[in-house]
């Protein structure tokens, strides 16, 4: 008689999906788990025609200990394992007249982006990037370098409060947020040490909906931020309850390099070939003229 194992497709958490369908039972996830995160989390459950590989235990993701590192997508040779794809949702909002999408991505996507369209290792290709933002339909650039700038500020403020009146020593950065998981879930005795800051994606988000949209004149419950960033913890970081502020999220979607090149080839761009150019749109203009006390409220 012919055996067809059944599909089990896990996709209880924000940031990852695995589907028994494509894998091969091969363990590199369960290696990648163990030995470069340390964690463990990933295992083979069942035994026989009914082996498959998820959380340990028999548990969901979001419940497994998972901070999102990605060392098992890393690691997968069939894409068994992958990032929850954002991509027909930020079709759908770029096709909305009604919404004023913006786009932000995080600095190191100006250097892996190419590489999926065969660039050299490392090439530079921001010009083009801006460029194909633009093709697709982005009304706003918001650029994560200015809002890592304003979460150094942030935590230097904090450090020196910390300093001059007694409080919790050493101080750690928020930035991660797999950094954020793995503190909260295996050593939460250092939460007092972590910064109340939010990380640039998330700073990027709220500043942009609700300090800049009133200067600019946007409605903040129209405006869409989409971020392309390297870590899938940032998908899991966007959707955490506390990101929010009156009720609107700092982060509407989060795109990994991987899937904002495949956006890029479902829309048929010749990214290599596209012309360099420059961040456009009145946030480009408007984040020079940043007070910090204004959006103080809004940081952290």
Same mark, same amino acid.
């Given at each position: 008689?012919?055996?067809?194992?059944?599909?089990?497709?896990?996709?209880?958490?924000?940031?990852?999906?695995?589907?028994?369908?494509?894998?091969?039972?091969?363990?590199?996830?369960?290696?990648?788990?163990?030995?470069?995160?340390?964690?463990?989390?990933?295992?083979?459950?069942?035994?026989?025609?009914?082996?498959?590989?998820?959380?340990?235990?028999?548990?969901?993701?979001?419940?497994?200990?998972?901070?999102?590192?990605?060392?098992?997508?890393?690691?997968?040779?069939?894409?068994?394992?992958?990032?929850?794809? !954002?991509?027909?949702?930020?079709?759908?909002?770029?096709?909305?007249?009604?919404?004023?999408?913006?786009?932000? +991505?995080?600095?190191?996507?100006?250097?892996?982006?190419?590489?999926?369209?065969?660039?050299?290792?490392?090439?530079?290709?921001?010009?083009? &990037?801006?460029?194909?933002?633009?093709?697709?339909?982005? !009304?706003?650039? &918001?650029?994560?370098?200015?809002?890592?700038?304003?979460?150094?500020?942030?935590?230097?403020?904090?450090?020196?409060?910390?300093?001059?009146?007694?409080?919790?020593?050493?101080?750690?950065?928020?930035?991660?947020?797999?950094?954020? @998981?793995?503190?909260?879930?295996?050593?939460?005795?250092?939460?007092? @040490?972590?910064?109340? +800051?939010?990380?640039?994606?998330?700073?990027?988000?709220?500043?942009?909906?609700?300090?800049?949209?009133?200067?600019?004149?946007?409605?903040?419950?129209?405006?869409?931020?989409?971020?392309?960033?390297?870590?899938?913890?940032?998908?899991?970081?966007?959707?955490?309850?506390? &990101?929010?502020?009156?009720?609107?999220?700092?982060?509407?979607?989060?795109?990994?390099?991987?899937?904002?090149?495949?956006?890029?080839?479902?829309?048929?761009?010749?990214?290599? @070939?596209?012309?360099?150019?420059?961040?456009?749109?009145?946030?480009?203009?408007?984040?020079?003229?940043?007070?910090?006390?204004? +959006?103080?409220?809004?940081?952290?």
């Amino acid at each position: 008689n012919f055996y067809k194992k059944p599909r089990l497709i896990n996709d209880s958490s924000h940031s990852i999906v695995l589907d028994s369908g494509k894998c091969i039972l091969c363990g590199r996830c369960v290696t990648a788990c163990e030995k470069q995160a340390g964690l463990s989390i990933l295992d083979f459950n069942e035994r026989g025609n009914e082996t498959y590989v998820g959380p340990a235990l028999f548990h969901n993701m979001e419940d497994s200990g998972c901070i999102y590192c990605g060392k098992c997508i890393q690691a997968c040779p069939v894409a068994a394992i992958k990032e929850k794809s !954002d991509i027909d949702n930020v079709i759908d909002v770029l096709r909305d007249p009604s919404k004023r999408v913006i786009v932000s +991505a995080a600095p190191s996507v100006r250097v892996s982006l190419g590489e999926e369209f065969g660039s050299r290792i490392g090439e530079n290709v921001e010009g083009k &990037m801006y460029t194909s933002f633009k093709k697709l339909g982005f !009304d706003e650039i &918001m650029d994560t370098n200015f809002t890592a700038d304003l979460t150094i500020l942030e935590e230097g403020t904090e450090f020196i409060n910390r300093v001059k009146n007694g409080g919790k020593l050493p101080l750690f950065t928020s930035c991660s947020p797999g950094w954020v @998981n793995y503190i909260e879930q295996y050593e939460p005795e250092f939460l007092d @040490n972590l910064s109340t +800051a939010k990380s640039p994606q998330q700073m990027a988000g709220a500043v942009s909906k609700h300090y800049y949209a009133e200067k600019l004149g946007y409605k903040k419950e129209e405006t869409v931020f989409v971020s392309i960033m390297p870590c899938i913890a940032k998908k899991h970081e966007a959707r955490r309850p506390e &990101m929010e502020f009156d009720g609107v999220r700092d982060v509407d979607y989060v795109l990994t390099t991987r899937e904002y090149a495949r956006l890029l080839k479902r829309k048929g761009v010749d990214f290599m @070939n596209l012309e360099d150019s420059v961040p456009f749109g009145d946030l480009a203009k408007y984040c020079l003229l940043y007070t910090s006390d204004a +959006a103080d409220d809004l940081l952290c």
